[in-house]
């Protein structure tokens, strides 16, 4: 369980990114973080793994005070902690499968990783993810021979050979077609799910937010506006969240891009154009 109490950040220009943000995500639950850029979305998720120093108050991973750790023990705790990035964050000149055991780096050493000698069960536990995100036929294949979706499913895997507790994931589908990224987003909640994962997802995209999470947190300027279901996001929420916007007309713009791929199929079954 991830437990945030007081949650700040002021940065040394004055702008305060975070104010006091207080958030419970139990091990299973697929959180959405959502809001306008600057709201403090990724600001949240760099203090969680440290990346970013918080300026006041606690960050509990199982009990323990992420916050107070340095050193070696902050190490151990990074390891707990499984990271997807918006941009793959891939070296590409390797393969998927040493992409994926990258993901051990934290538990074999910088060495052993270097000329590849990592134990026999992490290269099996490799073997096992990939063909579990669908990657199994694409073990050799660099990095840079991928699509954007088979990129952020090798994200996937290596966030995943952390064996960690908390799984945070910054813009996973940003880069992607409508199609691929419900197919990414399916794939992370189902994976959530099978190996009871606490998971805060940064996302922009409400709609696709809507579809696959368990609760909803929204932030603008630094304060949560709004925690809850889903189905909760009225044009009115969404009002106070983002500012002011025809939401009702956008709701329904998304479900017209949602049926458009399956008409272009038909059509193209049917031998005719879209």
Known sequence: MLALKGL????????LALDSVDLVVPAGQVLALIG??????STLIRCVNRLVEPTAGSIHLDGEDITRVRGNR???ARRQIGMIFQNYALVERLSVMENVLSGRLAYVGFWRSFFRKFPQSDVQQA???????????????????????QKQRVGIARALMQNPKLLL??????????KTSRQIMRLICELCAEQNLATIINIHDVALAQQFVHRV?????????YD????????????????????TAVQKEDEHAATEPRK??????LGGHP
């Open 8 to 15: 700040t950040k002021r940065y040394a220009t004055g702008d």
């Open 36 to 41: 306008p850029s600057g709201a403090g979305k």
């Open 74 to 76: 902050l190490r151990q």
């Open 127 to 149: 073997f096992k993810i990939l063909e579990r995100v669908g990657l199994e036929t694409m073990i050799d294949k660099r990095g840079d021979a991928l699509s954007g979706g």
């Open 169 to 178: 994931v910054d813009e996973p589908t940003a880069s992607l077609d409508p």
């Open 217 to 225: 947190v929204g932030l603008r300027a630094g304060v949560v506006v």
């Open 228 to 247: 809850g279901p889903p189905t909760g996001l009225t044009p009115e929420i969404l009002t106070t969240i983002y500012g002011e916007e025809d939401w």
């Open 264 to 269: 272009d199929v038909e059509a193209a079954l």
